[in-house]
């Protein structure tokens, strides 16, 4: 058994020891970029399991360690992880587990010390909790991130990205049901094998992939007249993960309509553009604004080259880049308006808005208090610009049941579909909101 070793601050480490031994827990939060995630880890010479278990017991298991008024996404991963180690059949004195760590204004940088907690009421404090970040705010001898695996790990948020587009616009279509899912699993495989060789890790390489996995999924047999577009915003957590909205993206496709979800691109391009953002504002260090503002240039054009694969494939809609996000937010919200989602929460339900997708599930976990004024705060604002806009606040806490969450998401969709009846007859930009910024949008490039 691995010897337990704790820094000067009494922190338990996860030692070099460990890495060989133990198993490292995962929360799931976005299916297939997590899933390459793990494959990249386990590349690295982890042992990882990233847990897909979705029940009540983790809600209770998180009430009963975490104060219930912490915002729901902490208590559903940290019940999530707790639910594994005790009931998962993992030998506790063999596990870890990893949590992300931003650093940021946002309640999730404290999860960590909220999981840590939670293990000693366990009795379960000699299991070690491994911080991933880029902030430098933890340090583990058994566990880093190198620059090599960090390339990679961009690269498959930028895969997983175009997969899941693509995906979302096939699967309420297919012939053959389950056919999106097992051509997700086929370019996730093919993906991860070919960075363990050093390929698709170039731009040029990735633009190829890209239209080849563009070509592939426009290749899968599909039958039927469009559907109406249900876009799904809010918190990051809560929007993505399964367990955070109760299958949502399921329930949406089971009720006839397709779902439309924002990618992760944009969010990763907004929490580095707050760092430049943040020099602009409130003064600080040049060299830092001159970083970020490259590593940002560098993921945009990779963005780029994502949304040009999807316009040239002829057969899928293309989202739009960052800066036409940002142009859409001005006389909405300003840049200091940054934690949680911030102001791209609201620019994501104008892009919906913007290319035909009128009907939105807003997801409003408990606690989150700044999704609450970016989100639903913003509905009436939305709808006054937008007539037409169908906009829909689900709240996520654990006392919301899953029938009352999915009869109001039925009422959106019974309005969806009467606004699609008027449809022809309406005017294509009803909203003079939307000629004001046209000329932003037009001049909204890199």
Avoid at 132 to 139: F, I, P, Q, R, T
Avoid at 354 to 370: A, D, M
Wanted: aromatic content about 8%; charged content about 25%.
């Amino acid at each position: 058994m691995a010897k337990l070793v704790y820094d000067d601050t009494g922190r338990l480490l996860f030692t070099k020891e460990m890495k060989e031994e133990y198993t490292l827990l995962m929360p799931q939060m976005l299916p297939v970029h997590f899933g390459m995630m793990k494959k990249l880890l386990e590349c690295e010479g982890y042992k990882v399991d990233m847990l897909t278990t979705n029940h009540r017991g983790i809600v209770d298991e998180g009430l009963k360690y975490v104060h219930n008024d912490t915002c729901y996404p902490a208590l559903l991963v940290i019940g999530q992880l707790i639910d594994a180690v005790k009931h998962g059949g993992y030998d506790p004195h063999k596990v870890g587990l990893l949590i992300t760590q931003t650093g940021g204004g946002c309640r999730a940088s404290n999860y960590i010390h909220l999981l840590r907690k939670a293990l000693e009421k366990a009795d379960m404090a000699y299991i070690p909790v491994v911080s991933v970040n880029l902030s430098g705010l933890e340090k583990n001898p058994g566990f880093g991130l190198s620059l090599p695996f960090i390339r990679k790990a961009v690269y498959a948020m930028m895969y997983g990205d175009i997969i899941v587009n693509v995906a979302n616009q096939v699967r309420p279509y297919e012939v053959e049901a389950g056919a999106a899912d097992a051509m997700i699993d086929r370019w996730s495989q093919r993906l991860v094998d070919g960075f363990q060789a050093g390929k698709g890790m170039s731009r040029r390489q990735m633009r190829a992939n890209f239209d080849e996995i563009c070509f592939d999924f426009a290749a899968i047999p599909v039958e039927g007249e469009p559907k109406i577009r249900v876009g799904v915003v809010g918190e990051i957590y809560v929007k993505f993960a399964p367990l955070g909205n109760n299958n949502l993206e399921k329930f949406l496709l089971s009720e006839g309509v397709e779902p439309v979800v924002p990618g992760l691109t944009d969010f990763i391009i907004f929490k580095i553009y707050n760092r430049v953002a943040d020099v602009e504002l409130y003064g600080g260090k040049w060299i830092k604004k001159a970083g970020c503002s490259l590593f940002m240039k560098y993921i945009e054009a990779c963005q780029r080259d994502m949304i040009a694969a999807l316009e040239h494939s002829g057969r899928f809609r293309a989202p739009g880049t960052f800066r036409e996000l940002h142009s859409l937010v001005h006389g909405y919200l300003g840049d200091g308006n940054k934690m949680g989602e911030g102001w791209l929460l609201t620019a994501e339900m104008l892009e919906l808005i913007h290319s035909g997708t009128n009907s939105i599930v807003c997801t409003q976990p408990f606690g989150c208090l700044p999704n609450h004024i970016v989100g639903k705060g913003m509905i009436r604002k939305l709808k006054d610009d937008y007539p037409y806009s169908n906009i829909v606040a689900i709240d996520y806490d654990p006392g919301a049941t899953r029938i009352n969450q999915e009869n109001r998401i039925k009422l959106m969709l019974a309005n969806a579909k009467g606004l699609a009846r008027q449809e022809p007859a309406r005017p294509r930009e009803e909203s003079q909101r939307t000629r004001e910024l046209e000329p932003q949008l037009a001049h909204a490039n890199i």
